[in-house]
């Protein structure tokens, strides 16, 4: 009678039987008992990469501890060295349906999977889920998601405020001029297009300007 009153409200999924026998067998009154259970989805996890480096540099002038404001030094370059881990992928995983006790689908949401991308100067684990420097040098995050290393560091302005002082391991190119006060440093060629104004430069090779 129980069964066929559940199917009678349109309960067709779930139904446990020794559940029914059990309340039959020692029922109580005010008492809640299930009698069906429906299958609850399971959310799936969309695919996420972790960088193992500063994707997004801050221009912001750091706050000394005497209240002074050093605008020279904003630590922009994102140096990396040969055999760095630069990302890895946590890979997606997808949810499982579900269903109600009417033997309705519950379903879920599609998972988003993607891969790492990545350019010139770096490799790419056996399971491609991690990404290593094959150099030295810089890492830089690529607008469309794409992971480059450079051996080179190229600026293309006047070092002054809108740069900081310049120091890298590797050569560097300046397209502009570098401003009274500021520094560049480098353990290779120091190559620079404008002027130097008061500026102090310090090269590990050559220093063409």
């Known amino acids: 009678e129980i069964i066929e009153e559940l199917t009678n409200k349109g309960i067709v999924y779930g139904i446990d039987q ?24 399971v959310t799936g996890r969309d695919a996420r990469i972790i960088n193992n480096f500063n994707t997004n540099p801050s221009l912001r002038p750091k706050r000394l501890e005497d209240g002074s404001v050093d605008y020279k030094n904003l630590n922009t370059i994102c140096s990396v060295k040969k055999g760095d881990l630069l990302a ?83 050569n560097v190119q300046i397209t502009g001029a570098v401003r009274s006060g500021f520094s560049v440093r480098a353990t290779g060629d120091i190559v620079i297009d404008g002027v130097v104004e008061g500026a102090f430069i310090d090269a590990g090779g050559q220093i063409i300007a």
Do not use: M
């Not at 029914?20 to 989805?41: C, M």
């Not at 997808?94 to 999977?113: L, M, N, Q």
């Not at 350019?119 to 399971?127: A, L, T, V, W």
């Open 88 to 170: 890895k992928l946590i890979p997606s995983e997808p949810g499982k349906a579900g269903k109600d006790v009417f033997g309705s689908t519950i379903h879920v949401r599609e998972v988003k999977s993607f891969g790492l991308r990545y350019g010139k100067n770096i490799s790419i684990n056996d399971d491609g889920t991690e990404i290593y420097s094959d150099i030295d040098g810089h890492v830089v995050l690529d607008r469309d998601g794409t992971v480059i290393v450079y051996d080179e560091l190229v600026v293309r302005s006047d070092v002054d405020n809108s740069t900081g002082n310049i120091d890298y391991d590797g």
């Open 18 to 41: 020794d559940a029914i026998i059990s309340f039959i067998s020692d029922r109580h009154y005010n008492t809640e008992y299930i009698l069906a259970k429906g299958d609850p989805p």
